[in-house]
C-alpha cells in the first residue's frame, strides 16, 4: 500500500527535529560554540518533499545528479540555498554552474579550471571545497592528501573560483567507525586553514563531512556541514529514477 503523504511529512518533521537535537547534543559534547549546517541530500527525494523540509528550517540542499537536479529544480520552492556534492563530470560544469552557490565535490585541476572558465563566462566566483579521498581507497572519488597543498595552490590562482574548505565520504574501517578518517581530515582542514590565512585568495571555512550513519562524530572532529540524506527523508527509493 501506498503510504500516505500527510504521514511522509509527518515523519520528516519528525525526523529534522531528532536531527536538530542529536546536532545539538554532539556540538554541546565537542564543547563547539560555532555552527554547523545541517544539509538536506535530496537524490530520488520529491521535490514536494524537499519544499516540506525547507519549510522546516533544512535551507541547504544538496543535489549529487546532474540530470535529476535540472528536472527538479523548477519545483523547489521556498529559495533553498543548493550545493552541488556528487560526482562531477567537466562537461557537465556549465549546466549547473550559475544554478548552485558552493561546489563540495572538487578533485582535479581539469575540473576546478573547466569550473573556473565556466564561473568566469557567467560573470561569478563559484565557491568549492576540494574533496578528498581520506581513506586513500582505489574505487573513491577525491585527491589524496598529499595533493592538497598543490590543488590548493592552484586555485589560488584562479580568478572566479574560491576554495572554502574539504569534504570528504570517508569509508568505515574494521570496527565500523569513521572516526579516524574524521580525525585525520580534521588536522588537514586546520593546517590548511593555519597555512592560509591572512591569504586573501582563500577563505577556508568549511568542513563538509557526516551523513545518516556518522554525522555526529563528524561534529566531534570539527565538521561545519553535514550532509544528511536516508534518516531525514527515509530510505531511498531508486527504482523511481
Ligand atoms: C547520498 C549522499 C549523502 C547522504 O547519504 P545518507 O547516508 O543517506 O545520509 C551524503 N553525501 C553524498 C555525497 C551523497 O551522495
Do not use: C, W
Amino acid at each position: 500500500m501506498k503510504e500516505r503523504s500527510s504521514d511522509k511529512l509527518s515523519a520528516v518533521a519528525d525526523n529534522i527535529k531528532r536531527i536538530n537535537e542529536n546536532i545539538a547534543n554532539a556540538m554541546e559534547k565537542a564543547g563547539r560554540t560555532d555552527k554547523v549546517r545541517l544539509m538536506g541530500v535530496t537524490k530520488t527525494v520529491d521535490p514536494e518533499i524537499v519544499n516540506f523540509s525547507v519549510s522546516k528550517g533544512v535551507t541547504l540542499l544538496g543535489e549529487n545528479r546532474v540530470q535529476e537536479f535540472l528536472e527538479k529544480r523548477d519545483r523547489y520552492e521556498g529559495d533553498p540555498e543548493i550545493h552541488f556534492i556528487g560526482g562531477l563530470q567537466t562537461n557537465k560544469v556549465k549546466y549547473i554552474i550559475d544554478k548552485v552557490s558552493m561546489i563540495h565535490s572538487a578533485d582535479s585541476v581539469h575540473l576546478i579550471e573547466e569550473i573556473d572558465k565556466r564561473a568566469a563566462k557567467a560573470g561569478l566566483t563559484m565557491d568549492i571545497l576540494i574533496e578528498v579521498n581520506i581513506g586513500g581507497e582505489e574505487s573513491k572519488s577525491g585527491i589524496m592528501p598529499e595533493a592538497l597543498d598543490e590543488l590548493a595552490y592552484r586555485t589560488a590562482e584562479m580568478s572566479n573560483v574560491r576554495l572554502r574548505g574539504l569534504m570528504a565520504i570517508p569509508p568505515v574501517d574494521v570496527n565500523g567507525s569513521s572516526e579516524r578518517y574524521f580525525a585525520a581530515m580534521q588536522k588537514l582542514f586546520s593546517d590548511l586553514k593555519d597555512k592560509t590565512s591572512g591569504d586573501g585568495r582563500f577563505l577556508i571555512d568549511t568542513l563538509s563531512m557526516g551523513m545518516s550513519g556518522d554525522y555526529e562524530s563528524a561534529i566531534m572532529h570539527g565538521s561545519t556541514v553535514v550532509r544528511i540524506g536516508s534518516v531525514l527523508y527515509g530510505y531511498r527509493d531508486y527504482s523511481k529514477h
